[in-house]
C-alpha cells in the first residue's frame, strides 16, 4: 500500500507563512510577525514528525504525484515528491534545524529593523530547500536550487543599504549562478539522452549502463557539470568565494543557510546522483580531489582569521570539503552522516557566535574578546560541546562522521587519508584557537560590565561588524535570553548525542546510521573496483557495499581512529599553548613565517585574482561593447537616428510649404510635365 | 490657300497678344490683350465653321467675362506690378517643367496626328442641331450648370460683399 | 486646307502662355487672366478635334467649358475682392501667412 501522505504539505506551509509575512507583515506587531513564522515553520516539522512516524509503512521509494507540470511530446515533468531514507534524513535535519534556528532569530533580530522581512525570507528558504530536497526530479530540485540561491541572496543582503552587504549578496548569487549553469547543461543532456528528469526513470535508465573507464564519456560529462553546480552550491574550489563573504548577514542566516541546509544541497545532490556517478569513476576521483584540497586549503586560511564569524566560514568550507571527499570515494552514507552532524554543530557554532557578538554589542574580532566564560556561561558551555564535536573528539558527534569518512578515504587512497588528518589537525587548531580566544584568558575588549555604549562599527578588522548588529547599547556583556539560549542547548545536546546513530563497528557499534541509509546507495552501485592505489600496495581493495561492515580490518581501523583522536587533542595542545599559555608566540611565528603569512592571511588573494581574471574584463566589456557600444551606439543611435531622420526630412520638405502661391503653382507645373512625360513613355512603350 | 493665310494672321495675333499679356506690367494692358486673344480667337472659330461657340465666345468671354476684369482691376484701382521678391522654385523648376511638358505635348501632337488637314467650315454649325444635343444628349450637364451658375452667384455676392453689408441690420428704436 | 497640327500648336502655345503667365505674374488678376488663357486654348483644341471628326459633341463641350470658366471668373474675382479688403494688396507673394 501506498498512502498518500500530502508530502506537498511540508514546503508549502512555510511558503504560506512567508506569503503572510511578506505581504502583510509590515502591518504586523512583532509578535504577529514572530508566531506566523513560527507556526508555519513548526507546522512543516511537525509534518516531517509525521512522516516518520509514517516512514515504515510506506515502500521504498515513496513517490506522490501533486500535478502536471510539463508535458510536451515525450517530456515530461510533474510536480511530485520522492521520499526515501536519503530524503527522510535531510528533511529531519531541514526542518528541525530550520525550526531551532528560526526560533533563535526572533531572540536575535528582535531589536533589527525589517523583522517581517527577515522572517518572510526565512521562511521562503525553508520553502525552497524542503522543494529541493523532496523533488522527485530534477527539474523540481532544480527550483528549489535556484530558490535557495535567491533567498541566500535576500537574506545575505539583510541589511542592503550597507554596500558590503549588498555586495557580498550579488557576489553570492552570482557565483551559485556560475555553478547552476553547469547544472543546466547536466539536465541539458540528462533530458536529450534519457528523455525525463524524473529520478527513478534516470536511475533505472542508468543503471544497467557499464562503468565508463576512460575519461569523456557521456555520464562523466554529466556528472562533472553537476559537480559544477554542486561546486557553487556548496562552496568548493573554485567557486567557494561567495561563503566568506556571505557573512555580511545577520548570524542566523549563516547558521541556517551556509552551515546546516543551503549548502549541503551540493552534497545532497551528489548523493542522490549516485548512480550516475558510480558509473563515471573518474569524476568520483575529480569529486574527492576537489573536497579533499578543499578541505585543506580553507582549514589553512581559517587559522589566521580573527572575525569569529569568518573562522567559521571557512570551517564550514573545509566540513564540506570532507562531505564531498566522503563523496568521491563512494561513501555517500558516510557523507551524508557527516552533513548531519554538522549541521548540528555549525549551525550550533554560528549560533553561539552569535550569542557571544549580542553579548558584546556586536563585537566581532576575536582579538578584543576574551575571558568570557564566567560572563556568558550558557553560550560558553554550549559553544564548548560543538567545539570538541567539531575537532572530533570522542564521544562528540563530529568524531564518529569524521572518523568514518577518514576511514573509507583511507580504503581509497591514503593520499586522501593524510591529507585529511592533517586538514582534522588544523580543524582541531583554529577552534580551538577561536576557543580559547574568545573564553578563555584576558578580556582584551572595550565593554565593562558598567555602561558603556561603545558601538564596535569604526573597528577595523578583518570583518567590520555591521553597523546593524547590535548597537543597542545594553551596556556591558549579558547573556542572551531564554529564546536564544533553548536551541543553542537543543543543538548542543544533538551535538553530543548526534554520532551515537553511526558508531561504527570497530568500536563495538552497529552503525545503524549507515544501515539506514543501505538500501538507497547498495542497491544500484555497479560492480567498480574503487581503489586507486598510487602505487602497487600490498592493501587488498576491500570492496565497501554501503550498509555493511567488513567483518575483518578492524585493527587497522582502531589504528586510524587512535591517530585522529591524536591529531584532534594536538591541536587542542597547540591552541593551548599559543594562545592561553605562551600568547605571543603566534605573533613570532607570524613575523617568521613573513610572506607565507601574508598569502594565506589574504585567503591566498584568491578573491584579486578573479577580480583581475574574470570580473574586471568581463565588467570592462560590458561598459565598452556591450553598453556604450551596443546598447548606446546601435540601439538608441537606431531609434534616436530614426526619429532625427524623420525630423530632418520633415524640416527639409516643409520648404515646400511656403505660403507662396507662386511657388506651388510652380510645383504643380512640375507634376504635370512629370505626368505627361510619364504617360507618353507609357503610351509609346 | 485663303484658309492658311487667314488662320496664320489672325493665328500670328492671337499669339501675339498672348505674348503681350505676359510682358505688360499694368494689368489693365493685360486685360486688353486677353480680349484681342478672344477675338482672334472667335476668327479661328469661324475658320472652322463653329458660328455658334464663335458667337458665344465673343459674347460671353470678351463681352462679359472680360468687363467683369476691367470692372474689378478698375474698382481695386490695381497699378503697375511692384517687383517683389517672387519664388525661386516657380522661376528655376516651374518653367522649365512647363517649357519641358508643352514641348512634349508639342512633339507628340505634331507627330502623331497625321496627315489629315482640316477643311475651312468643317464643322456643321447650325445651331438647331446644337440645341438638339444641348437638349436632349446633355441635358443634365446643362442643368447641373445652370445650378452652378446660381451658386457662383450667391458666391461672388457673399464674398464681395461689404462686411457690414452682411450684418444682421439693427433694431431700429 | 490647314492641318490639325496647326490648330493644336496654337492651342499649345496659348496653354503655355497661359501656365506661364500663372509662374511669373504677381499681380493676382493678371494671373486669373492666364487661368482664362489657358481655358481659351483648351477651348480651341476642343474645337479643331471635333472639326476633324465631325462631331458636334465638341462644340457642345466648349459651350460647357465656357460656362464653368465664367462662373469661375466671377467667384474668383469675389474672393479677389475680399482678399484686397483685408490684406490691402494685389501682389500674390504678400498673400503668405499660410506657411510653416
Redesign the interface.
Same mark, same amino acid.
Given at each position: 500500500m501506498n498512502p498518500n501522505l500530502h508530502l506537498w504539505l511540508i514546503p508549502v506551509l512555510p511558503l504560506i507563512g512567508a506569503a503572510i509575512n511578506g505581504l502583510f507583515g509590515r502591518r504586523f506587531s512583532r509578535a504577529a510577525v514572530t508566531s506566523v513564522a513560527l507556526l508555519f515553520c513548526g507546522a512543516a516539522f511537525a509534518m516531517a514528525l509525521w512522516v516518520v512516524s509514517q516512514f515504515f509503512y510506506l515502500t521504498m521509494p515513496h513517490t506522490e504525484f501533486l500535478a502536471a507540470w510539463i508535458r510536451a511530446g515525450s517530456f515530461q515533468a510533474d510536480f511530485a515528491f520522492y521520499l526515501d531514507q536519503l530524503s527522510l534524513v535531510m528533511l529531519l535535519v531541514v526542518t528541525g534545524v530550520g525550526f531551532l534556528i528560526h526560533i533563535y532569530s526572533v531572540g536575535y533580530m528582535w531589536e533589527e529593523g525589517g523583522f517581517y522581512r527577515f522572517f518572510a525570507y526565512m521562511n521562503l528558504f525553508m520553502f525552497f530547500m524542503l522543494t529541493l530536497v523532496l523533488a522527485s526530479n530534477y527539474l523540481l530540485m532544480f527550483i528549489g536550487w535556484e530558490g535557495v540561491g535567491l533567498a541566500s541572496y535576500l537574506l545575505i543582503g539583510f541589511w542592503f543599504t550597507k554596500d558590503s552587504a549588498a555586495s557580498a549578496g550579488k557576489k553570492a548569487f552570482i557565483v551559485n549562478r556560475i555553478g547552476d549553469f553547469g547544472f543546466l547543461i547536466a539536465l541539458f543532456l540528462l533530458i536529450q539522452h534519457f528523455g525525463s528528469l524524473d529520478f527513478t526513470t534516470v536511475f533505472q535508465s542508468v543503471a544497467p549502463l557499464s562503468s565508463e573507464s576512460s575519461g569523456a564519456g557521456l555520464l562523466t560529462t554529466i556528472a562533472l557539470l553537476l559537480l559544477l553546480g554542486a561546486c557553487g552550491k556548496s562552496a568548493q574550489i573554485p567557486l567557494y568565494v561567495w561563503l566568506p563573504d556571505a557573512m555580511e548577514g545577520p548570524t542566523p542566516v549563516s547558521a541556517l543557510i551556509h552551515a546546516a541546509t543551503m549548502v549541503t544541497a551540493g552534497v545532497y545532490m551528489i548523493s542522490r546522483s549516485h548512480v550516475i556517478f558510480e558509473r563515471a569513476p573518474t569524476a568520483l576521483t575529480v569529486v574527492a580531489i576537489i573536497g579533499t584540497l578543499t578541505a585543506l586549503f580553507a582549514a589553512s586560511i581559517g587559522v589566521v582569521q580573527t572575525d569569529i564569524k569568518k573562522v567559521l566560514a571557512y570551517s564550514t568550507i573545509s566540513q564540506l570539503g570532507y562531505m564531498f571527499m566522503a563523496c568521491g570515494v563512494a561513501a555517500f552514507s558516510a557523507g551524508i552522516f557527516h552533513l548531519m552532524t554538522h549541521a548540528f554543530f555549525k549551525g550550533l557554532l554560528f549560533l553561539a557566535a552569535g550569542s557571544v557578538i549580542h553579548g558584546l554589542s556586536g563585537e566581532q574580532d576575536m582579538r578584543r574578546m576574551g575571558g568570557l566564560r564566567k560572563k556568558i556561561p550558557w553560550t560558553f558551555w554550549t559553544m564548548t560541546a560543538a567545539t570538541f564535536a567539531i575537532a572530533g573528539i570522542f564521544p562528540f558527534a563530529g568524531f564518529f562522521s569524521k572518523d568514518e569518512i577518514l576511514w573509507r578515504a583511507y580504503q581509497a587512497n591514503w593520499i586522501y587519508w593524510l591529507i585529511g588528518v592533517f586538514t582534522a589537525f588544523l580543524t582541531s587548531f583554529y577552534m580551538f584557537r577561536l576557543w580559547f580566544m574568545t573564553f578563555f584568558g584576558e578580556y582584551r575588549g572595550g565593554l565593562e560590565t558598567s555602561q558603556r555604549h561603545q558601538i564596535a562599527a569604526d573597528h577595523s578588522g578583518a570583518g567590520a561588524p555591521a553597523p546593524h548588529e547590535h548597537e543597542h547599547g545594553h551596556g556591558g556583556i549579558h547573556e542572551s535570553p531564554k529564546v536564544m539560549l533553548i536551541p543553542l542547548v537543543i543543538l548542543a545536546v544533538l551535538s553530543v548525542c548526534g554520532g551515537w546513530i553511526g558508531v561504527p563497528g570497530s568500536l563495538g557499534g552497529n552503525n545503524q546510521f549507515d544501515k539506514f541509509l543501505g538500501p538507497v546507495f547498495r542497491s544500484t552501485a555497479p560492480d567498480v573496483n574503487l581503489n586507486h592505489t598510487a602505487s602497487g600496495e600490498a592493501t587488498q581493495p576491500e570492496k565497501q557495499p554501503e550498509g555493511e561492515e567488513p567483518k575483518t580490518g578492524h585493527g587497522t581501523e582502531l589504528i586510524f581512529t587512535g591517530i585522529s583522536l591524536a591529531v584532534a587533542f594536538s591541536g587542542l595542545f597547540l591552541a593551548w599553548l599559543f594562545y592561553l599559555r605562551r600568547p605571543l608566540l603566534p605573533q613570532q611565528i607570524a613575523h617568521a613565517l613573513g610572506g607565507f603569512y601574508n598569502t594565506v592571511l589574504h585567503k591566498y588573494y584568491v578573491d584579486e585574482i578573479y577580480a583581475t581574471l574574470f570580473v574586471k574584463p568581463l565588467v570592462d566589456g560590458s561598459r565598452a561593447v556591450l553598453w556604450h557600444g551596443i546598447d548606446q551606439g546601435v540601439i538608441d543611435a537606431a531609434v534616436d537616428g530614426s526619429a532625427d531622420g524623420a525630423r530632418d526630412v520633415s524640416d527639409t520638405v516643409?520648404h515646400m510649404?511656403?505660403?507662396?502661391?507662386?511657388s506651388y503653382?510652380?510645383w504643380v507645373?512640375v507634376g504635370a510635365a512629370a505626368l505627361i512625360a510619364y504617360m507618353i513613355w507609357v503610351a509609346f512603350r | 490657300m485663303l484658309?492658311?493665310i487667314l488662320?496664320s494672321v489672325f493665328?500670328l495675333i492671337?499669339?501675339a497678344a498672348?505674348?503681350n499679356?505676359?510682358v505688360q506690367s499694368h494689368?489693365i494692358n493685360?486685360?486688353l490683350s486677353?480680349v484681342v486673344?478672344?477675338g482672334s480667337?472667335a476668327v479661328?472659330?469661324l475658320?472652322?465653321?463653329?458660328e455658334?461657340?464663335a458667337a458665344?465666345?465673343v459674347i460671353?468671354?470678351a463681352g462679359?467675362?472680360m468687363v467683369?476684369?476691367v470692372f474689378?482691376?478698375m474698382?481695386?484701382n490695381?497699378g503697375k506690378?511692384?517687383?517683389?521678391?517672387?519664388?525661386r522654385v516657380?522661376?528655376f523648376i516651374?518653367?522649365p517643367g512647363?517649357?519641358i511638358?508643352?514641348v512634349l505635348?508639342?512633339w507628340v501632337?505634331?507627330t502623331h496626328?497625321?496627315?489629315?488637314?482640316?477643311?475651312?467650315g468643317?464643322?456643321?454649325?447650325d445651331p438647331r442641331?446644337?440645341a438638339q444635343?444641348?437638349f436632349h444628349?446633355?441635358l443634365l450637364?446643362f442643368e447641373v450648370?445652370s445650378i452652378?451658375?446660381l451658386?457662383?452667384?450667391m458666391?461672388?455676392?457673399?464674398?464681395?460683399a461689404?462686411?457690414e453689408a452682411l450684418q444682421p441690420t439693427e433694431e431700429k428704436n | 486646307?490647314?492641318?490639325?497640327?496647326?490648330? *493644336?500648336?496654337?492651342s499649345?502655345?496659348? /496653354?503655355?502662355?497661359? %501656365?506661364?503667365?500663372?509662374?511669373?505674374?504677381?499681380?493676382i488678376?493678371? #494671373?486669373?487672366?492666364?487661368i482664362?488663357?489657358m481655358l481659351?486654348g483648351v477651348?480651341?483644341s476642343f474645337?479643331?478635334f471635333?472639326?476633324?471628326w465631325?462631331a *458636334?459633341?465638341g462644340?457642345?463641350f466648349? /459651350?460647357?467649358v465656357? %460656362?464653368?470658366?465664367?462662373?469661375?471668373?466671377?467667384?474668383g474675382?469675389? #474672393?479677389?475682392?475680399?482678399v484686397?479688403?483685408t490684406r490691402e494688396t494685389?501682389?500674390?507673394?504678400?498673400?503668405?501667412?499660410?506657411?510653416?
Open positions: 516643409r510649404q511656403s505660403g507662396n502661391v507662386r503653382a510652380g507645373a | 484658309h492658311l488662320f493665328g492671337c499669339a498672348a505674348v499679356l505676359l494689368p493685360s486685360a486677353l486673344v478672344m480667337l479661328e472659330y475658320l472652322l465653321g463653329a455658334f461657340v458665344v465666345q460671353v468671354y462679359a467675362i467683369l476684369f474689378v482691376i474698382l481695386l490695381a506690378e511692384e517687383r517683389t521678391k517672387g519664388s516657380s522661376l516651374g518653367i512647363v517649357t511638358g508643352s505635348m508639342a501632337l505634331i496626328s497625321g496627315t489629315r488637314s482640316v477643311e475651312a468643317a464643322l456643321p454649325g442641331q446644337i444635343l444641348l444628349q446633355f450637364p450648370t452652378l451658375v451658386i457662383a452667384i458666391g461672388a455676392v457673399v464674398l464681395a461689404r462686411p | 486646307m490647314v492641318p490639325l497640327s496647326y490648330y *493644336l500648336v496654337l499649345g502655345f496659348l /496653354f503655355a502662355c497661359g %501656365v506661364t503667365g500663372f509662374l511669373i505674374k504677381r499681380n488678376i493678371t #494671373i486669373f487672366m492666364s482664362e488663357l481659351n477651348n480651341l474645337v479643331a471635333a472639326a476633324q465631325h *458636334l459633341s462644340q457642345v466648349v /459651350f460647357f465656357m %460656362v464653368v470658366a465664367a462662373a469661375e471668373a466671377a467667384v474675382l469675389a #474672393i479677389i475682392i475680399a484686397y479688403r494685389l501682389n500674390v507673394d504678400r498673400v503668405n501667412l499660410l506657411k510653416l
